[in-house]
């Protein structure tokens, strides 16, 4: 019963002296409370114009990311923005956008290969990257 006792208070002690290093943050994680030395030399408004300009710079980012090109393939036909396009049309839709555009190619059960690899091929050559084959 005494060794048990005895393995308890240690435990405790070890628990005890671990929190109070935690605590008062010997291990660098204190509560906080301390006064600092640092010398925070960016105002407010500084801060605020830096934020300001990186929002900015991420909206126009999200738009150009946002923007994107829905195409279908049925059969030997191509339809963008619910219009059968021919092949000659499309492809200059698509070169009025920039190369950063995401492409989204569905693809019907019905779609022919070659009708699929035509335009594939052209992306490719016309150096659109961001391009997706998916199956309906």
Do not use: C, R
């Amino acid at each position: 019963m005494k060794k048990v006792l005895a393995f308890i208070l240690f435990v405790a002690a070890i628990a005890a002296i671990i929190w109070l290093l935690i605590h008062f943050g010997i291990f660098g994680k204190g509560s906080g409370s301390g006064k600092g030395k640092g010398d925070n030399s960016t105002s407010i408004s500084e801060t605020a114009e830096t934020e300001e300009k990186n929002t900015e710079d991420v909206t126009t980012e999200e738009a150009a990311k946002a923007e994107k090109l829905e195409i279908s393939v049925s059969k030997n036909e191509y339809v963008y923005n619910n219009n059968m396009t021919s092949f000659d049309d499309l492809i200059k839709i698509i070169e009025e956008k920039e190369k950063s555009v995401q492409i989204e190619i569905t693809i019907d059960d019905t779609a022919a290969k070659n009708t699929v690899d035509e335009l594939t091929d052209k992306l490719d050559e016309l150096g659109y990257k961001n391009y997706k084959k998916l199956d309906k």
